[in-house]
T-cell receptor, first 114, second 111 residues
Framework: DTAVSQTPKYLVTQMGNDKSIKCEQNLGHDTMYWYKQDSKKFLKIMFSYNNKELIINETVPNRFSPKSPDKAHLNLHINSLELGDSAVYFCASSRTTGYNQPQHFGDGTRLSIL | EDQVTQSPEALRLQEGESSSLNCSYT??????LFWYRQDPGKGPEFLFT???AGEEKEKERLKATLTKKESFLHITAPKPEDSATYLCAVQAAGGNTPLVFGKGTRLSVIA
């Protein structure tokens, strides 16, 4: 009964390829997020969706495109992968965007670009 | 710009040796300060939310406190299973503001 699940767990691919990461939450939450954790373990927000609507879009290259088909799913598509995209990508969810809403994280997708 | 600085970067304790982790922050109006625990190969696990100076929260051997400039995570009589990276994050007041994380403190508790 995993709350926030991501697939795949590991992703190894060549530079220039296009890849997608999928995220699903079964908590009934309205808000979902994508974070990037780099090699220095620094966790940084990329995007946030509330009820399928994009509400946070930090300074992220256009090659990254999130998609939320429904409020339980948030996918991340990355075009033309670069070496600097190697990182761990975490999906998270919270009940809403408001006050007193802790975020619950998945276990991450480890992306390695060769 | 909202910022979070955690210290020390790494801390090694003997089992039973109590200590504190520090999280200093600057934020344009604090909505909440969050503590998370992250085990290797796992996502962050929520521990506490603090909202206003003077507030304290406890869970087993952990106690989090908050002032206007910093938060402490006190670990009393730690056990090896408390070994993890502890992350602090702040959320600014306002509309849809994101969490801003510190780099974490890597805690090792030796039996």
């Amino acid at each position: 009964d995993t709350a926030v699940s991501q697939t795949p767990k590991y992703l190894v691919t060549q530079m220039g390829n296009d890849k997608s990461i999928k995220c699903e939450q079964n908590l009934g939450h309205d808000t979902m997020y994508w974070y990037k954790q780099d090699s220095k373990k620094f966790l940084k927000i990329m995007f946030s969706y509330n009820n399928k609507e994009l509400i946070i879009n930090e300074t992220v290259p256009n090659r990254f495109s999130p998609k939320s088909p429904d409020k339980a799913h948030l996918n991340l598509h990355i075009n033309s992968l670069e070496l600097g995209d190697s990182a761990v990508y975490f999906c998270a969810s919270s009940r809403t965007t408001g006050y007193n809403q802790p975020q619950h994280f998945g276990d991450g997708t480890r992306l390695s670009i060769l | 710009e909202d910022q979070v600085t955690q210290s020390p970067e790494a801390l090694r304790l003997q089992e039973g040796e109590s200590s504190s982790l520090n999280c200093s922050y600057t934020v344009s109006g604090l909505r909440g300060l969050f503590w998370y625990r992250q085990d290797p190969g796992k996502g962050p696990e929520f521990l506490f939310t603090l909202y206003s100076a003077g507030e304290e929260k406890e869970k087993e051997r952990l106690k989090a406190t908050l002032t206007k400039k910093e938060s402490f995570l006190h670990i009393t009589a730690p056990k090896p299973e408390d070994s993890a990276t502890y992350l602090c994050a702040v959320q600014a007041a306002g509309g849809n503001t994101p969490l801003v994380f510190g780099k974490g403190t890597r805690l090792s508790v030796i039996a």
